[in-house]
């Protein structure tokens, strides 16, 4: 059952039947997609699955073991807080997970889910400004270096970008 399965989506994959293979409403698609998580965004967006969406690329944009660069971390955060802003913009709910995958529940805590979900929606705004920030500096370091300003290479430790992201939290 699922090597057939598999193998359809494989073959729709191979055939540029992307949109058709996302609007398929399957929890095997699911696991399959997980692979490929641009494509599982999409199966979320699609089915309105607008949490799960958010919480994938937040948890991807964050995750700085992926290697993924600073261009594709504001990707995934745009696409996050797009996805949270269709979550606030719901009137019905039924989770209480929170967006961020380091997000929790403060002990006494009383926030309705609306509530709770605007805040995580300012929190990845929050995110993609200092992202934004983040992609000013590099771009005026890379241009110090190239118009010679510098004496050498810089190396840009992202460790100075997490740095830099806690210390404009505060």
Known sequence: ????????????LSN????????IVSPKLETYLAENPDLLWRYFVVHQRHRDAATLMTARAMDVA???KL???IMCLTRAVNSAVAVVGEDNTNSNTPFLSTGQYLAGESMNERTLSSFHLKQLQERLEVAG????LLEAI????REGRCEKEVEIDLNFFEDLEHFLSL
Not at 16 to 23: A, S
Not at 142 to 145: A, K, P, Q, T, Y
């Open 16 to 23: 540029d039947q992307v949109e058709r293979l996302i609007r």
């Open 71 to 73: 261009d594709d971390r």
């Open 66 to 68: 992926s290697g993924l």
């Open 1 to 12: 059952d699922d090597l057939l399965h598999n193998t359809l989506y494989a073959f729709m």
């Open 133 to 136: 920030l983040q992609r000013q």
């Open 142 to 145: 890379i241009v110090e270096v």
